[in-house]
């Protein structure tokens, strides 16, 4: 764990995220995406032909299931669901149905102890923690024949310049 009283208290320098917000969780960097894409209908870049489809809500939020049913009709196949605060590839599982994706929420909630009620809009809902579904990349792109991902060390500064840290290129 990294020790956010000391960089507060002395001024040193932290090396992630505060908070894991923004651009770290799948289900906020998802909610970025697409506003900023929605935003940029002339993208250049096509930002979301380079991520895979995902869906980010409440378990227990109707409008969430009626995305993922919308997405999977879309792009049918395997897919990702994990809790949105998970990270390292922790609990995720893959699943090809609605009805198993459903399942594993039903099951993850039960066993959480949870005993409070979540309430939506004034109703109650069964599970309130938030979910990502992503579809799974079947075909990726392999190096040597394996799997692998990228991690990048930037300085944002302010909402203008970007640096990429050379040994990431």
Known sequence: AFDWNAVF??????????KR?????????????QEWAASNPDDPFDVLGHVP??????????EFWENLAAGMERESGIWILKPSDSSNATAITVFKSLETAQRIVAEEHASSGET????????????ARRWV???????????????????GWVLAQG????????NCV
């Not at 208290?9 to 505060?18: A, I, K, L, P, Q």
């Not at 579809?135 to 692998?148: A, D, H, N, T």
């Open 9 to 18: 208290e002395h001024g040193m320098m932290g090396s992630r995220h505060y």
């Open 53 to 62: 489809l995902t869906v980010a809500g409440e378990g227990g939020s109707p």
């Open 133 to 151: 579904a992503q579809k799974y990349i079947e075909r990726p792109l392999l190096i040597g024949g394996k799997k692998f991902h990228i991690r």
């Open 116 to 127: 409070r009620p979540a309430v939506k809009d004034g109703e109650r809902v069964e599970a």
């Open 21 to 33: 917000n923004g651009i770290c969780r799948k289900d906020e960097l998802a909610a970025n995406l």
């Open 159 to 166: 909402c203008v310049s970007v640096y990429l840290h050379q």
